[in-house]
C-alpha cells in the first residue's frame, strides 16, 4: 500500500506575501479495506437471548462491523424461550443438517430470521436430549454438553452450507470448541481459510469437564486432548478444560478491557488460566466494550418519558419524576442512588447491601434492580426488600425488567458499580451515556472507562465519576459519601461531570475498528 503523507506539502506561493490561509484540516487518507465475512457464533445475543453483557456485546459488535462494509451472521442455538416477538421473517432454511455425535448423528434444522437487521441462523437439533427447549438458557446439569454439541453443529452447518468465513467470531466457553473443531477435524476436510477470534466475557466460567465431552464430540485421543499444552485442566489432573481449549486453539483472544486483560494474566484473577495466558500472551489483548447508542440514548430512547442529551439536560429530571413515580418514592431534593446488576457475588453484593443503609443514612435514595438464578440470594434481598418496606426513599425491584432499567438509568443521578471484579462492565458505559455519575471500584473494565473527579491523572474534561481502591467498607464509603456530598453541596462540579460523563464516545466506534484490526492480523498469518 503506498503511503501518503497525512498532511499535504504546502503548494509553492507567489513572490508577494500573502495573510496566512485558515489551517487546512489534516487530510487523512483511509485506504480502502477489504469486505470481509464474518461469522459470530454465540450462546446469546440482546434482546432475544439476554442474560449478561455478552449478549449486548454481540447485537452491538455485529451492527457496527456490519455498517462498516463487512458481512456479517450470526449463529445462535434456537432456544424455545428466543423472544420470537423479535425475529423478523423466521423460517428454516436448511433441513438436513446432521451433526455427529457420539458414534451416530443428531438431525437438526437450521433458521434464518432477522434481529433489528442482523442476519441470524438458529441451530434446532432433534434429538431426547433436548438441548435447548427447557424454559432457560443456562443452569442445567449437561450444559457443557449442550454447547459442545451446539458448537460442532455451527461449524458442522458451516461446512455443509458451503460457507467459508473469513472470521469466525466465538464467544466465551460455550463456543470454545469451535477452533478445536476447526482445526481437528475441518481443517484437513479443507476448510483452511477461516480464522478464529474468540471473546472471553468473563473468566470465572470455563467448561471443565471429564472424559465423556471426548467421546461425545468425538476427540477421540483423549491423552492428546488431555495433554497440558492443549486442553488439560490447569489445576484438575483428570479433567479438560473448554476454555483453555479455545485460548489455545484461537488465532487471537481477546478479553473485554485491556486492564481485565492485565487482571487476568499477571494478577491470579484468571481463575487458574494465568499460565495459559502467559504462554498464549502474544495473541491475547482487551478490547473495551462499546454500547449500542441506537439502543441506550438518552436523546432517542423510546423507554423513557422525556427524551433529553446536553442541550436539554434538566429534561432528565423529569425521568426522575417518573422514575419515583412508578416505584413509589417520595418526591424531594435528594439525589437517587441505583445498582442495577445480575445478583451475583462477582458485583460486590456485600458492598450493595452496605451501600443502601449508606445512601439512607446521608439523606439520599436508593433504587436496586437485579435478579439471581440462585434463590438463596433471591430471598437475602426479598428480606431486605421487606426490611425497608415502609422507607419511601428505598426501593428493591427483584427480578429482570429491561424496561425499567433504561427508567432507571435516566432518572437516577448516581450509578453504583461496586464489583469484586469486572471484566469490562456495561452498567456504568450506560450511566455514563445517561449523564448518571458512576460510582465504581477500581477494577477490570471499570478502571478503564471511569476517572475520578478528585484522584485522577486524566485533565479535568475527562473525569466522570468516582474510584475506590479496596474492596471494603471503608473504601466503598469514600466514593459513595464523596459523591452524594458533591451533589447536594457543589452541584456546578456535579453538573460538570455529568456533563463529561455525557461527552465522552463509548459507542462501538472505537472497538468496532479494534476488532478490524485484530481481524487483519490474524488473516495476514
Ligand atoms: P454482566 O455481563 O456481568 O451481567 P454487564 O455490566 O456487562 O454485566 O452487563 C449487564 C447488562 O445487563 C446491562 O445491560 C444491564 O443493564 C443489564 N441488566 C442486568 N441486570 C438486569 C436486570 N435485573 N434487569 C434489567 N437489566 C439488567
Redesign the pocket.
Known amino acids: 500500500m503506498p503511503k501518503e503523507p497525512l498532511i499535504q506539502p504546502v503548494a509553492e506561493t507567489a513572490a508577494e506575501p500573502q495573510p496566512a490561509p485558515p489551517p487546512e484540516p489534516p487530510v487523512v487518507h483511509h485506504a480502502p479495506r477489504p469486505s470481509l465475512f464474518i461469522v459470530h457464533i454465540t450462546p446469546e445475543m440482546a434482546p432475544i437471548a ?5 449478549a ?1 456485546v454481540v447485537f452491538g459488535l455485529s451492527r457496527e462491523l456490519a455498517i462498516r462494509g463487512n458481512h456479517v451472521e450470526i449463529i445462535l442455538p434456537k432456544y424455545d424461550n428466543l423472544r420470537y416477538d423479535q425475529i423478523f421473517d423466521l423460517q428454516p432454511v436448511y433441513n438436513d443438517l446432521w451433526v455427529p455425535w457420539y458414534d451416530g448423528a443428531i438431525h437438526c434444522t437450521v433458521y434464518f430470521g432477522f434481529v433489528h437487521d442482523r442476519k441470524c441462523f438458529f441451530i434446532e437439533p432433534h434429538s431426547h436430549d433436548n438441548f435447548f427447549n427447557r424454559g432457560s438458557i443456562y443452569g442445567f446439569p449437561d450444559d457443557v454438553f449442550r454447547y459442545a454439541f451446539f458448537s460442532r453443529a455451527a461449524i458442522e452447518f458451516l461446512w455443509q452450507s458451503g460457507k467459508h468465513p473469513d472470521i469466525i467470531h466465538c464467544h466465551d466457553w460455550q463456543t470454545a470448541l469451535v477452533p478445536v473443531f476447526l482445526y481437528e477435524f475441518y481443517q484437513s476436510l479443507g476448510m483452511t481459510h477461516p480464522r478464529v477470534c474468540m471473546t472471553i ?2 473468566f470465572k466460567h470455563q467448561g471443565v469437564t471429564g472424559a465423556e465431552l471426548l467421546r461425545a464430540t468425538g476427540l477421540h485421543q483423549p491423552e492428546r486432548f488431555f495433554d497440558w499444552v492443549r486442553m488439560g485442566d490447569n489445576h484438575h489432573k483428570n479433567a479438560i478444560n473448554l476454555l483453555k481449549g479455545g485460548i489455545v486453539y484461537s488465532n487471537f483472544v481477546t478479553t473485554v478491557s485491556p486492564r481485565y486483560a492485565f487482571e487476568t494474566k499477571d494478577q491470579g484473577q484468571g481463575f487458574g488460566l494465568e499460565s495459559t495466558l502467559h504462554t498464549h500472551h502474544m495473541k491475547y489483548g482487551g478490547v473495551v ?1 462499546g454500547i449500542d447508542y441506537d439502543v441506550w440514548n438518552p436523546e432517542v430512547d423510546r423507554y423513557i418519558p422525556v427524551n433529553y442529551g446536553l442541550g436539554n439536560l434538566d429534561d432528565k429530571y423529569e425521568n426522575k419524576r417518573a422514575l419515583r413515580q412508578r416505584l413509589m418514592l417520595a418526591d424531594n431534593d435528594k439525589p437517587i442512588v441505583a445498582f ?3 445478583l ?1 457475588p ?2 460486590g453484593l456485600d458492598l450493595v447491601r452496605h451501600a443502601i443503609f449508606t445512601t439512607l443514612e446521608r439523606g439520599a435514595q436508593f433504587v436496586l ?3 439471581s438464578p440462585d434463590q438463596g440470594i433471591n430471598n437475602d434481598f426479598w428480606g431486605l426488600k421487606h426490611m425497608l418496606n415502609d422507607s419511601p426513599d428505598c426501593h428493591l ?1 427483584i ?4 424496561d ?2 433504561h427508567l432507571i ?1 435516566a432518572g437516577a443521578d448516581i450509578m453504583l ?1 461496586p464489583s469484586q471484579f ?7 458505559l ?1 450511566a455514563l451515556r445517561y449523564g448518571t455519575v458512576p460510582v465504581v471500584r477500581t477494577v477490570g473494565g471499570l478502571a478503564d472507562t471511569v476517572f475520578d473527579k478528585d484522584h485522577s491523572d486524566r485533565p479535568l474534561h475527562q473525569r466522570n465519576g468516582y474510584r475506590f481502591d479496596d474492596y471494603d467498607v471503608p473504601g466503598l464509603e469514600s466514593a459513595l459519601i464523596r459523591a452524594i456530598d458533591c451533589y447536594y453541596q457543589y452541584p456546578e462540579h456535579f453538573r460538570e461531570l455529568m456533563k463529561n460523563a455525557m461527552n465522552a464516545d463509548y459507542s462501538w466506534n472505537h472497538p468496532g475498528q479494534d476488532y478490524l484490526n485484530i481481524y487483519d492480523f490474524i488473516r495476514d498469518r
Do not use: A, M
Open positions: 439476554k442474560i449478561g453483557g455478552l449486548d466475557h468473563n466494550n442495577i446488576g445480575r451475583d462477582q458485583k434492580l437485579g435478579s425491584e427480578g429482570f425488567d429491561e425499567l432499567s438509568y458499580v469486572e471484566p469490562c462492565g456495561l452498567t456504568q450506560i
